[in-house]
Each structure stands twice: as C-alpha cells, then as structure tokens.
C-alpha cells in the first residue's frame, strides 16, 4: 500500500512541475528530473513529460547534465504530461539529480 501511495505522490508532484518550469533553465518541452523519491530497493524519478511528448511504458531514456551523461532510466508509468521511471544505469560516481534533462534513448539494431 505505501508503494502505490508513493507513487501517486511522484505523479502529482510531476503534474504540478510544469508550473515551476518557467522557473527552470532549459528550451520548453525539454524532458526533466522533477522529483526523486528515495526507496528502500530502488529510487522513483518523475519526469516532467509523458503520453503527450510521445513517452510509453518500458522506453529507456538517457539523462544527461551539462552535456555529459548520467545515465538511463526505464519508464514504468506514464499519463498525460507526467512519467515515472526507474534508474537503469549509473555512470561510475554519478547520481540523479532535479534538474537532469532526459532524452529517449534510440536503440541500434539490423533487421534479421
């Protein structure tokens, strides 16, 4: 029951980031780090972009700040304007922090 609570709290948070991004530097429409929310086994990161900007469940996104790479995340819940993700990798001695912009990461392969 906490689990879903938690995450109900980092979608809200998540809606109610875009009234604060005027605030953040960065172009309109760039996805960002808005919320991250300790666990026990694993972190919850918001992500002030969803369904809207094109984002869907199981999409890794690479994040990025001050042009170097941070590291992935893999979308677990998305709704309109808001998403919740997972940290899927970590660059050696990185961490996450609000702020981070986050870009889909497109996936290389050769048709068969």
């Known amino acids: 029951m906490k689990g879903k609570f938690v995450l109900s709290m980092v979608l809200a948070a998540c809606l109610f980031y875009p009234a604060l991004q005027a605030k953040a530097p960065g172009r309109p429409g760039e996805l960002v780090i ?9 972190d919850l990161i918001g992500i002030n972009g969803g369904l809207e900007q094109g984002l869907v469940p199981g999409m890794v996104l690479s994040v990025f700040r001050n042009g170097q ?5 893999l979308l677990t819940r998305v709704q309109e304007q808001c998403a919740v993700a997972l940290i899927a990798a970590l660059e050696p001695k990185k961490t996450l922090a609000i702020g981070d912009r986050a870009t889909p990461k497109l996936s290389k392969f050769k048709p068969i």
């Open 34 to 42: 808005c919320i991250i929310e300790p666990g026990e086994l694993t």
């Open 69 to 73: 790479r941070v590291g992935e995340l």
